[in-house]
């Protein structure tokens, strides 16, 4: 569909910061760069704008979001509240071969990215696990809220900032979310994803020189 192809372009150009907040984005030349019609372009932005990654402005002017000090500690309190709930349900849902295997997948492409030093392919795998912990979440409206929180701060998750040690760190976070849902431990899931959160708030201030 030519509105996922487009949505998926921008996204990708937000994630791999191709796009930097508070930059304008134009309809017609995103149309014009993909060859699609400015329609599926529109309605790519309106998809964009309800999950929080472009702001559409009341004289139709469209950006990339830029999210104040306040609004990153409101979303990394949801975050924090949502997320660990989420690891918690996956894990009391039982054996889920594929499941695992989608996260286990993600956390050695991240490994293997971090390595590297490639922060992109970094972020995409992060994408996909989170993806795969929202998709497997019984309480469908909660997974698609903590993944909504989460992609609000897309921006924020590997900017140039974020060092090599960090990137390590964060995956190893990542492993013991992964390794307490094989182990059907919700309450370590839970701990897992909370302490991942708490971390990310860490690493954020520190990068502000506050911390």
């Not at 975050?79 to 709930?85: A, G, K, Q, T, V």
């Not at 992060?126 to 929202?134: G, I, K, N, V």
Request: glycine residues 4%.
């Amino acid at each position: 569909m030519l509105r996922e192809i487009a949505y998926t372009r921008i996204k990708d150009a937000i994630r791999d910061g191709d796009l930097a907040p508070g930059q304008p984005l134009s309809e017609a030349r995103l149309s014009e760069a993909f060859q699609i019609s400015r329609t599926p372009v529109r309605e790519a932005l309106q998809k964009l704008a309800r999950e929080g990654l472009v702001q559409i402005r009341a004289n139709r002017t469209v950006t990339v979001a830029a999210l104040s000090l306040q609004e990153v500690l409101n979303i990394l309190h949801l975050r924090s509240i949502l997320e660990p709930e989420v690891a918690r349900l996956v894990a009391e849902s039982g054996p889920m071969p594929a499941v695992l295997q989608k996260l286990r997948d993600s956390v050695a492409t991240m490994e293997d990215a971090a390595l590297q030093g490639d922060r992109a392919a970094w972020s995409r795998a992060d994408d996909a696990l989170h993806e795969t912990l929202s998709a497997a979440c019984p309480n469908d409206l909660l997974g698609r809220m903590a993944l909504e929180m989460r992609n609000r701060m897309q921006l924020l998750a590997t900017d140039a900032q974020t060092t090599p040690a960090r990137l390590n760190s964060c995956t190893e976070e990542h492993q013991a979310i992964v390794d307490a849902i094989a182990r059907a431990d919700a309450a370590g899931a839970h701990a897992a994803a909370r302490n991942h959160i708490r971390v990310l708030r860490e690493s954020f201030f520190q990068r502000l020189g506050h911390g």
